[in-house]
């Protein structure tokens, strides 16, 4: 990038010049090492060196088939330059490079999502997860290799996030050994599944098992929905694509019928629950470890949703560094926008948020591939708390990286709200992680419900997990005065968590008591129950950002690790300021302590202000990667947003014909 140096705007010069710390040393960092760092940067190398990856119009002017066309050719030719170039991707593929059989951030060469983001995030974990060693052999290479490409189909028309009410049917005949696949009502048509529309041949699908009369439950069945050499829908089934959306419009978002459809009884995967030939029925030995693949998918959204948000914070910070506007004084120049203190409260927490999330996202990983093992070995007693940790880590992550795309996008104006930005399609892609694997209102409560028994355990004096390990410092009033260190602010937030769990108990037992059915009474206090769960992520979001911070600096140079540092205790302090009212009412909190709060909290913004650049530097994304005329290396913001006006249709000709055949006449009154 040197050899762009007389090209680069000069405030982004400036802002490099300024920066404390090695901007290397930082991205080795985030990469988990400088040889991570080379590989990535060699694949990426390579992938943007083939032209056909590149758009010679800007997608935004495409049809909706045109757009899933471009995205299938490109994600095809990534799969063969991945192959090509990197023969052994599949075994690291849940490691280092994500849930896309490609390296995530390469993956996103094809706008909005590659097309087979489902085959590899979920088909093939499933498969992975829930198949046992015959169907492993079977359909894993199979599946790797990509001679089958899948769909993972759960959701239907009536049902999404309760997975125990859909209706599809998949009915055990003992006398073909068959099960017989039904879609019995228009409900229960499945309706969403990615890739399902147009690209899969086979899917996980998700159905009630019948044997014998009676229902066991829903269950994982791997089904051909497409002819192998066709691509014709097999008879039976009823295939097709639903149309386009806020977001994700590259992706064939499909639905499917089935009509009496057989399939063989190994098509169930058979890890844990198993009917035999005759139809008996074989429970698992954890209804639980039938979930596996929703867990897995909530744990990796942690990390995706870090990478989009560090994308739109890289975007609106070297914007902002670019962008004048307005005098402080009148004898002064026009200030870069970045020196708005109102600038720098927008965007440095979006920042640290980024940051925040990509080490809850790694720490999430560890968490859940250690309980993986656990249960590998028959011990399943960690497997509420992974639950309950991926359903609100999932709903509070998408969440606040919506928010923050929200305010980048916000922070850089009218400009920030053209399409070539690429912050409005972040914005697309990052509201539909609210709501696909879990609505985040729902998952929050299925945390609550875990949090509602930790609190009965902590009152019977029974340990309780880690993670909420704060209960018993909360339960016995075991609190120190508040002094606003920032570990204190971080306990502070713990007991927040822990007295709004035990408000919510309270009023749950009150209601019980007063003669309500549990479920009744917890609906009437399930706003109190996702504000209690709210609050308890925050608290492990807050803990283990500062602790991860801390452990993993520990090496880094001392001007990388005050930088850090510093980001992650904008972090504290802030989530401290947005919840003062909590504080105020669960700790000995003083006004004196809020107006110290308020200062540091504007002190640290100056401190990170001549670091920012670099820290967005830091995550290392290409233009190709970034795809935004406001984000570039060399913030020639002006030049680009120009020259990608000029490519719109409407500019290849001098007069629209729409002038001849409507708007003279109009005018002329000849209408």
């Not at 229902?215 to 639903?242: A, K, L, S, W, Y």
């Not at 709200?417 to 409005?424: D, E, K, R, V």
């Not at 769960?533 to 950002?545: I, K, P, S």
């Amino acid at each position: 990038m040197d050899s762009l140096e007389e090209s680069i705007n000069e405030d982004l010069i400036k802002e490099r010049a300024q920066c404390s710390f090695d901007v290397s040393e930082l991205t080795y960092f985030l990469d988990d090492g400088k040889e991570n760092t080379e590989q990535r940067r060699k694949f990426e190398k390579i992938v943007f060196s083939f032209k056909e990856l590149k758009d010679p119009v800007s997608e935004e002017y495409l049809s909706h088939k045109e757009k899933y066309e471009n995205a299938i050719r490109k994600s095809c030719l990534l799969v063969k330059i991945t192959k090509e170039n990197f023969p052994d991707i599949e075994s690291e593929m849940t490691e280092k490079l994500g849930i896309n059989g490609i390296p995530a951030r390469v993956a996103q060469a094809v706008k909005d999502v590659p097309s087979f983001l489902v085959h590899f995030g979920l088909f093939v974990p499933t498969i992975i997860g829930q198949g046992d060693a015959e169907q492993l052999s079977y359909w894993l290479p199979r599946a790797l290799d990509m001679n089958i490409i899948g769909a993972y189909v759960q959701t239907e028309l009536g049902h999404g996030t309760y997975v125990r009410g859909l209706e599809t049917t998949a009915t055990y005949d003992p006398e073909t050994e068959e099960f017989v696949l039904n879609s019995p009502t228009l409900t229960s048509y499945k309706w969403w599944p990615g890739g399902l529309g147009c690209t899969a041949n086979h899917c996980i699908v998700m159905a009630q098992l019948y044997t014998k009369e009676q229902c066991h439950g829903v269950h994982n069945f791997v089904v051909q929905i497409r002819d192998e050499e066709t691509h014709m829908p097999r008879m039976g089934v009823r295939v097709g694509e639903i149309g386009p959306k806020m977001g994700l419009n590259t992706t064939d978002n499909g639905f499917l019928e089935f009509q009496n459809y057989r399939v063989p009884r190994k098509a169930m995967l058979m890890k844990n629950a198993k009917v035999l030939k005759d139809g008996t029925y074989v429970k698992p030995a954890n209804e639980k470890l039938t979930y596996g693949t929703m867990v897995y998918v909530r744990v990796s959204l942690v990390s995706e949703v870090a990478l989009h948000l560090a994308k739109a914070t890289t975007i609106a910070i070297r914007y902002s560094a670019v962008r004048r506007q307005s005098k402080l004084k009148l004898d002064e120049p026009e200030l870069q926008i970045l020196d708005y203190t109102t600038q720098q409260h927008k965007l440095f927490i979006c920042l640290a948020t980024s940051y925040a999330l990509d080490m809850a996202g790694k720490w999430l990983w560890k968490t859940y591939k250690k309980v993986s093992r656990d249960i590998g070995h028959g011990k399943t007693d960690s497997l509420p708390e992974l639950h309950a940790l991926a359903c609100c880590l999932k709903a509070i992550s998408t969440a606040d990286a919506a928010a923050c795309i929200e305010k980048c996008r916000l922070a850089c104006g009218g400009h920030g709200y053209m399409s070539s930005s690429n912050l409005p399609l972040l914005y697309g892609l990052i509201t539909a992680t609210c709501t696909y694997e879990g609505d985040n209102t729902v998952l929050l409560l299925q945390t609550a419900r875990y949090l509602v028994k930790a609190w009965n355990r902590e009152e019977n004096a029974i340990d309780v997990k880690s993670t909420v390990s704060y209960l018993h410092l909360a339960y016995n009033n075991r609190y120190e005065k508040w002094d606003n260190t920032t570990e204190n602010i971080i306990i502070g937030l713990q007991i927040v968590a822990a007295g709004k769990i035990s408000s919510s108990v309270k009023s749950l037992n009150k209601r019980v008591e007063k003669g309500l059915a549990y479920e009744d009474a917890w609906n009437l206090t399930s706003v109190q129950l996702t504000r209690a769960a709210e609050a308890h992520c925050r608290a492990v979001l807050v803990n283990t950002y500062w602790a991860e911070t801390q452990r993993r600096t520990a090496t880094l140079s001392s001007s990388l690790r005050v930088v850090l540092q510093t980001l992650a205790e904008l972090y504290v302090v802030y989530w401290a300021l947005e919840t003062i009212g909590d504080l105020l009412q669960f700790t000995n909190i003083s006004e004196n302590h809020i107006v110290e709060l308020r200062a540091r909290y504007e002190h640290l913004l100056t401190r990170l202000r001549p670091d920012a650049v670099g820290i967005v530097d830091a995550f290392d994304f290409t233009d190709e990667l970034l795809n935004s005329t406001l984000g570039a290396y060399d913030g020639r913001v002006y030049e680009r947003l120009m020259a990608e006006a000029l490519r719109s249709p409407l500019n290849a000709e001098p007069v629209n014909r729409t002038f001849h055949t409507h708007l003279k006449p109009l005018m002329q009154g000849k209408l």
